[in-house]
C-alpha cells in the first residue's frame, strides 16, 4: 500500500482520471491519503479523513512512507484557522493555504507557518463562529474553500476545523449523528437536511440561533428555516423542502 499527502494548498480531486472529469472535491494541504489504484500520470486515493475515493494527477502528491503515515494519523489534530494562512518553505519562499487545511504536516514537509497550531473548542458555539468565515463564500460543486464551496463541503469543513469528522456528501452526512424530531429540539451548530422530489437528500446547512440557518445556495448565505424548509425572502417561497435535523455533538 503507497501513501501520500497533499503539500499544495488546494487540489482537484476527480471522478475519472481525466482533467476534463467531474470536480467531486478537493484536497487541501496536509490532507493524507491511501493510492489504491494507479494509472499511467494518476492515482486513485482514499482519503483518510473522510474515506472519499477519487483521482488526482501524481505530479501534485508527495509520497511518504507508511511509517510517517501512521505518525500523521497519532498526532493530534490541528487546523489553519484564517481565510488565509501562509505556508514557509525552507528556502524561505511562501504560499497561500485555506482555511481548515491540516497542519499536522508541517514538519514532515519540512515547512512551518506563523502561529503555533491549536486544537480549537468542537462546542457548537465555537463550530457555529466559525461557519461565519465562510458567509458569501461562491457555490462551487466539490469545493472546500472559502474561495468556492458546496453545502456539504461547507458542512463538513467547519466541523473538521474543530475536529470533528463528517462524511464528505449530503446523504452520508444525514446517517451520522442523532435524530431531531423538531426544530425547537436542534441548537445552533446542529445540522439540518434536505431532499428533492424523488426524496434524496441533496442539500444540508447549519443551524444559526432564532430559526436562522447557514447554507451554500448560490454563495454561502443566512436565510430563515421553519418545519417546511428554507424560505427564500428574497424570492418570497421555500427553496428547499426539510427532511430531518441531526445533533453531530
Known sequence: MKYGVCHLGVIPLRKEN?????LTSQ???????????QRKDWYKIRLDWDKYEGWITQNQAIIIEEKEHKLLQEQPFSASKHLIDFVHLANEQIFPIPLGSDLRALSLLGH????????????????VQTAYQFLHAPYLWGGKTPMGIDCSGLTQMVYKIHGVPLKRDAYQQAQQGTSLSFIEESQPGDLAFFDNKEGDITHVGILLQNHF???AHGKVRIDRIDQTGIFNAELQTHSHKLRLIKSIL
Not at 18 to 22: C, G, P
Not at 112 to 127: D, G, H, Q
Open 18 to 22: 481525466d482533467h476534463k472529469s467531474e
Open 27 to 37: 484536497l487541501l494541504y496536509g490532507d493524507s491519503f491511501k493510492i489504491i489504484d
Open 213 to 215: 440557518i447557514l447554507h
Open 112 to 127: 512551518s507557518i506563523e502561529y503555533t497550531p491549536t486544537i480549537l473548542s468542537s462546542k457548537k458555539e465555537a463550530i
